[in-house]
């Protein structure tokens, strides 16, 4: 067919089976259209480019195959970091490693909330990503439950997996709060949003929970900023160095709450109280706590942070802080 290739001239036979052949991709494409009778098959826009793969399959359908080419529906990249995914390039992101990363509702939802003529854009590396897209999965649920937005229903009924959930009011506990609970050992979960909800928990609500620790320790572990990693650290941080006298006289007034309190919630509700005893911001205040104990501006609820490791370990890094 060409001038410029000339064979061997050697010849033989080998059995198909058994993984020894294999059509060339912009043949076997079509090839499994006929065989296994497809009516409708999308795929990303490049291969539906003029002289692309699409148009090449649709010849073949037509003069080799002599069935009818399915119905194109030619969608945008799925973009990762910014990139397109490319298994040669080593970038993207398996489906045996999709199910480790979410629920299998949540990836339905991270395809069924975007239209296929937008990119849809996902880095869970060291980003937010994946607890913003619980969040937006949460409020497509609400809406599910309540009847509320028709479009957000339907996304939310387009990710579900077999039979749709009831349509009750639901008590939905934030991932990123589920992250930050399962960090403080002292504490009992379940019964924290029991707390919080002024109810006992649901079947459904409790399975919610259940899941969202099963994924919050896998994203803790594997795919979360450093500073949501929250442990006491082994050393005293240098930014202790630029606390402000206020905070320091919060630090200080604290230490007396800590040993007289074992309570978390009477504890919390001191420490806030000092804060407008002090005349300090709050997020000022406990700030000088997170920078004391795990060397970040920011954390989980202090009280039950604190009171999950020994007082006097706790009182002797707040006090050194203030030296």
């Not at 945008?76 to 480790?100: P, Q, T, V």
């Not at 009831?166 to 992250?179: I, P």
Request: aromatic share 12%.
């Amino acid at each position: 067919m060409v001038k410029w290739a000339k064979g061997c001239s050697n010849t033989g036979k080998i059995s198909p089976f058994g993984g020894n052949g294999k059509l060339p991709w912009k043949v076997d494409w079509p090839a499994h259209w006929k065989v296994i009778g497809i009516t409708i098959e999308g795929a990303g826009k490049d291969h539906s480019s003029a002289g692309g793969s699409r148009d090449i399959a649709r010849e073949l359908v037509k003069e080799v195959f002599h069935t009818e080419e399915p119905f194109n529906l030619p969608y945008e990249f799925f973009l990762i970091g910014g990139k397109k995914m490319a298994s040669s390039k080593g970038l993207g992101l398996k489906g045996k490693d999709a199910k480790n990363l979410l629920p299998p509702e949540l990836v339905r939802f991270l395809f069924s909330r975007t239209d296929f003529r937008q990119a849809v854009e996902f880095d869970p590396m060291g980003t937010m990503a994946i607890p913003d897209l619980f969040d937006e999965y949460d409020r497509c649920f609400r809406e599910y439950t309540e009847s509320g937005d028709e479009n957000l229903v339907r996304v939310f009924e387009m990710s579900q997996i077999g039979k749709l959930p009831k349509k009750e009011k639901t008590y939905l506990a934030r991932f990123r709060d589920v992250v930050n609970y399962i960090q403080i050992p002292n504490i009992d979960i379940f019964k924290k949003y029991e707390e919080i909800k002024g109810d006992k928990l649901s079947e459904t609500e409790i399975n919610l929970i259940k899941e969202r620790i099963e994924y919050a320790k896998i994203w803790l572990e594997k795919y979360a900023p450093d500073e949501f990693r929250l442990s006491l650290s082994e050393s005293l941080s240098e930014k202790v160095k630029e606390l402000s006298e206020k905070q320091k006289e919060f630090l200080k007034k604290a230490v007396d709450l800590i040993e007289k309190n074992d309570d978390p919630e009477i504890l919390q509700l001191a420490l806030y109280n000092l804060t407008k005893e002090l005349g300090i911001n709050a997020k000022e205040a406990f700030s000088a706590i997170y920078i004391s104990m795990i060397g970040k501006e920011f954390g989980p609820k202090a009280a039950w942070f604190l009171l999950q490791y020994p007082k006097k370990k706790v009182i002797e890094r707040l006090n050194k802080a203030l030296l």
